[in-house]
């Protein structure tokens, strides 16, 4: 079976990040698992040892691998579909000796990282119902380092606010191309998500995602350029005095809770 790069598919071969990633799911043996794109198992016949998988692969040929390779471990449960548009709870309903999955472990497809994220997570103004207590996930490493970008450095931008709004964002380790058969062009890193409650939740948390988006539109401007759109330059300045921000501060100088502060002390125009 050739790997399909139209599923972004990657065989991860290195048994030491296979070991890093589930260390990184420090996994309890009542726990059970969901993962994103098993392929060809590497990662869930670890997993299969310590806890219960729920597995869900886009790949019919694949999942005919699999249910030959695992399908007859009590520990291992088969979904085929889209992780973006399965409804994974209910099927699960079906399995009697099965519970929802607590957290998830995935070296998932880089082309839907985004959506998968926002998947598991939700949104700024739409946080998941369902909270899992952690996600290991195998992510390209530029988005990796987007994710746990600290405020300051060039990294940290409109990704970053909106999942560490959701969740506390750790990198594990790095994973060279050469870890993968074939190996992708860009390098990847091991990210762990850990969703939580923020502290200082915003009070209108459409208005913080509408200036998160638009205060990054472009990002070398000056974030008083940038939500010129949005209020009168001097107006903005005034409240970002207020914050003791300075009034050249460009996005990236601005921590999660400088943005959620700003927000709600924004004119909003629908009051
Ligand atoms: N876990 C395996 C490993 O570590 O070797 C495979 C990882 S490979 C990077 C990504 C996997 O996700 C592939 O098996 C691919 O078929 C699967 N996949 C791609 N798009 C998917 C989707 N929308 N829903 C579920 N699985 C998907």
């Known amino acids: 079976m050739p790997?399909?790069?139209?599923?972004?598919q990657h065989w991860l071969q290195s048994d030491k990040i296979l070991d890093q990633i589930v260390t990184a799911a420090d996994l309890k043996s009542d726990e059970i698992v969901l993962e994103i794109g098993p392929g060809k198992g590497a990662l869930t016949r670890r997993l299969?040892?310590?806890?219960?998988?729920?597995?869900?692969?886009?790949?019919?040929?694949?999942?005919q691998f699999l249910v030959k390779k695992l399908g007859n471990n009590d520990n291992f449960v088969l979904l085929q579909g889209d992780i973006l548009s399965l409804d994974i709870?209910?099927?699960?309903?079906?399995?009697p000796r099965f519970q929802y999955p607590t957290k998830v472990?995935?070296?998932?497809?880089?082309?839907?990282?985004?959506?998968?994220?926002?998947k598991l997570l939700g949104t700024i103004s739409r946080p998941s119902e369902t909270k899992y207590k952690s996600i290991v996930l195998l992510v390209q490493k530029e988005v990796g380092e987007r994710l746990t970008a600290k405020p300051g450095s060039r990294d940290f931008g409109a990704l970053?606010?909106?999942?560490?709004?959701?969740?506390?964002?750790?990198l594990i380790c790095d994973v060279p191309a050469n870890c993968f058969y074939p190996p992708p062009k860009v390098d990847s890193v091991v990210v762990r998500l850990t969703p939580?409650?923020?502290?200082?939740?915003?009070?209108?948390?459409?208005?913080?995602?509408?200036?998160?988006?638009?205060?990054f539109s472009s990002k070398r401007k000056m974030l008083k350029n940038n939500l010129k759109s949005l209020i009168d330059v001097d107006k903005l300045e005034q409240l970002l005095t207020e914050l003791h921000i300075k009034n050249e501060a460009r996005g990236e100088e601005l921590?999660?809770?400088?943005?959620?502060?700003?927000?709600?002390?924004?004119?909003?125009?629908?009051?």
């Open 48 to 63: 299969i040892d310590f806890v219960k998988v729920v597995a869900i692969e886009i790949d019919r040929d694949l999942c």
């Open 105 to 118: 472990v995935a070296n998932i497809p880089y082309n839907i990282t985004g959506p998968i994220i926002e």
């Open 160 to 170: 970053t606010v909106r999942v560490q709004y959701l969740a506390d964002c750790e």
């Open 3 to 8: 790997p399909r790069k139209r599923f972004g």
């Open 89 to 95: 709870n209910p099927l699960i309903d079906n399995f």
């Open 196 to 215: 939580r409650d923020i502290a200082t939740p915003a009070n209108d948390t459409k208005l913080l995602e509408t200036l998160v988006k638009v205060g």
């Open 255 to 271: 921590g999660l809770t400088d943005w959620v502060n700003l927000s709600n002390i924004f004119p909003n125009n629908k009051e």
